[in-house]
């Protein structure tokens, strides 16, 4: 029968002898020998098969607890004929001798095996019991310790009376004696301890004690999600239709296996209640995960408008001017995403994100505006560009910021800036800005996204990447790249050269030589992060062209519509530009290193030239701006670069 696969690693660790704590899932329900149930039904199902003679469990709110009554009785009995033995000394029975440090025995005390349900449960008591019940190597016993990670506040600063049932349940995992007789004779009395997270368990408890391992609890494995859909499919909305063509039913669940990867069985059962409650069918494996992760049913990148994904390239080429390499990319992107077919899909599983860029190229060519223009297009806003500026993450602490602080930490309420985002906008473009600037422990995260498509915060919850698109940019191999030691230059960057010879000595194909050479040298060679650019991919990293003069002209025009409207909607005013203005721009595009600094200095210029001493004109003769509404306003610029304005009625 099926079971969870960490089971094979606790039966080879209780085979060997040891003693065993537990870690990880272990809240969920577990799947063993075809069933599921919660972690102490399977320990207990365990060790009643093996034969234990007595079977308990200990916690902080219930004390010991024992499968049946005999059980109880008989652990008492051990108890007390132990305790007996230890004030008549018999010499073929010797005491147990006490702990080091004058620590006294366990005390003689038969009543404390029967506190009344309200009381406390003592630790003290219970693990002394416990110490004396699994040294003794007659009967068989199994006991597992229930939240084992809460027996003290804090595992590195605690009392010294937090510290005194430590040692006792110490001492008890070191005496547990090897059973001499009976069905189990060879196998070690056997004390299981239960702990939710792994740091919260003092470490000097299990460190350096040979007869003590630790086993992760692992969420369920594939095969483990395949039973769980060949088991209960038939249970989904729609499932019962589908089970009666198999090979249709079979595809389905594989998918479904493959999509709920990282998955709890909890979760599983809870995605095929959304089913009914949705009327998704689990013909439908990848709408029905994707509606449970992100409460929609309809992806928005396969319900792109065929009309709107044709025209991309054009609409997305108005705003972002003379880059047609990158605008092909990420148009191609666009078209698969309608499409769908993926050789991802083949398997079933795709839960990566649904593309990848890495935008390399000099400040001000279009890389950011890119990102904006393609937000607007998938989802009519622009807000849904979640942007993320790497130089605000140069610390080494910077990966808490994304996902959150552990708990106990500062800021564990807040979660991640990162996860946070996508729990809000699980549809969403992710821009990494000035990747470069980044802590390199940052690109640890990042590679787990690639790869997986999830991450987990601070506070357990789980989000996933798999209908977004990340953006990263860099102005790598732009500048000088220096060291910071020396002030050496170690590597050249482009625009040192332009501006020594001029753009039109470096045709595009060898821009995109050097920004990729400058790419691939900075993350396998000074990063030592070659797995990063591999997860990307080559061919997903796009370089940006310099910014050529014959482009000046168009990007100008563009800024000036948004002056046109801006006005429009504020004052009511038209705005007319003469040809002057886009002429007087050409000229001072053109002069010294203006060129290198890209969009961004064409409209500093026309920040300079045109916007402000409009608006001072504007400001001097309506001091009443109400007044400006129906008017046409027709500027221009003069030789000295100095702006005219006429006025018109409409």
């Known amino acids: 029968m099926t079971s969870a696969e960490w089971i094979c690693d606790f039966q080879k660790a209780h085979n060997h002898c040891l003693s065993i704590l537990l870690h990880g899932n272990v809240r969920d329900q577990i799947l063993y020998r075809g069933t599921y149930q919660n972690i102490h039904g399977v320990l207990g199902t365990y060790a009643q098969d093996m034969g234990f003679d007595i079977v308990a469990r200990f916690d902080l709110i219930d004390g010991l607890t024992f499968a049946n009554e005999p059980m109880r009785q008989r652990y008492e009995e051990i108890c007390r004929q132990r305790f007996s033995s230890q004030s008549s000394p018999n010499p073929a029975q010797p005491p147990i001798p006490s702990a080091p440090g004058n620590i006294p025995p366990p005390r003689a005390n038969p009543g404390a095996l029967r506190r009344p349900v309200q009381t406390r449960p003592n630790p003290e008591d219970a693990f002394g019991d416990l110490r004396v019940a699994v040294a003794q190597d007659k009967v068989s016993i199994f006991i597992s310790l229930d939240m084992s990670d809460m027996l003290v506040s804090d595992p590195d600063r605690y009392s010294p009376e937090d510290r005194y049932p430590l040692i006792l349940l110490k001492r008890a995992l070191l005496d547990a004696a090897i ?97 009914w409650q949705r009327h998704i069918s689990l013909a439908k494996p990848r709408q029905l995960v994707d509606y449970y992760r992100h409460n929609r049913r309809d992806d928005p990148f396969e319900q792109l408008n065929a009309d709107r994904v044709a025209s991309a390239r054009e609409e997305l080429s108005k705003r972002v001017i003379g880059q047609p390499r990158a605008i092909d990319a990420v148009t191609s992107m666009l078209v698969s995403s309608k499409v769908g077919i993926s050789l991802s899909a083949v398997g079933g599983r795709n839960n990566k994100p649904k593309g990848t860029f890495f935008f390399a190229g000099a400040t001000g060519v279009g890389k950011t505006e890119l990102a904006k223009s393609l937000a607007d297009l998938l989802f009519g806003d622009e807000r849904s560009l979640v942007r993320f500026d790497m130089s605000e993450y140069k610390e080494e602490h910077a990966a808490e910021k994304l996902t959150g602080a552990p708990p106990g930490f500062v800021g564990y309420e807040e979660g991640g800036q990162l996860t946070n985002a996508i729990l809000r906008r699980p549809y969403c473009i992710l821009l990494f800005d000035e990747i470069e600037k980044a802590h390199p422990k940052l690109f640890d995260k990042f590679l787990q996204i690639l790869e997986d498509g999830r991450l987990t915060d601070g506070k357990g919850q789980t989000v996933y990447f798999n209908q977004t698109i990340i953006i990263f940019t860099s102005n790598i191999g732009a500048s000088d790249l220096s060291d910071p030691q020396t002030g050496e230059i170690i590597r050249h960057g482009i625009m040192h050269s332009v501006a020594d010879y001029g753009a039109d000595r470096f045709p595009y194909d060898q821009v995109e030589a050097h920004f990729r050479a400058e790419v691939e040298w900075y993350f396998n060679s000074r990063l030592g992060r070659a797995e990063l650019l591999n997860r990307i991919g080559q061919e997903n990293i796009i370089a940006f062209d310099l910014l050529r003069p014959e482009f000046v002209t168009r990007i100008g025009e563009k800024f000036l519509r948004t002056l046109t409207t801006s006005a429009a909607e504020k004052h009511q005013v038209h705005l007319q530009a003469e040809a002057s203005v886009l002429e007087v721009l050409q000229v001072q595009m053109v002069k010294g290193s203006n060129l290198l600094y890209g969009g961004r200095r064409i409209k500093m210029l026309l920040e300079n030239l045109v916007e402000r001493p409009l608006n001072n004109w504007i400001f001097e003769r309506y001091p009443d701006l109400r007044q400006l509404a129906g008017k046409t306003l027709t500027y221009g610029l003069l030789d000295d670069n100095s702006l005219t304005v006429k006025e018109d009625q409409v």
Do not use: C
């Open 179 to 275: 059973l001499r007789e009976g069905d189990l004779a060879g196998y070690r009395n056997t004390v299981v301890l239960i702990a939710d997270e792994l740091k919260r368990v003092p470490l000097w408890l299990s460190a350096g004690n040979p007869l003590i391992t630790s086993v992760q609890v692992a969420t369920p494995s594939r095969e483990e999600r395949l039973f769980f859909g060949q088991n209960f499919g038939q249970h989904f909305y729609g499932g019962e239709a589908l089970i009666a063509t198999p090979t249709e039913f079979q595809s389905a669940i594989e998918e479904f296996a493959d999509l709920t990867d990282g998955f709890l069985a909890q979760a599983l059962e809870s995605v095929r209640k959304t089913s």
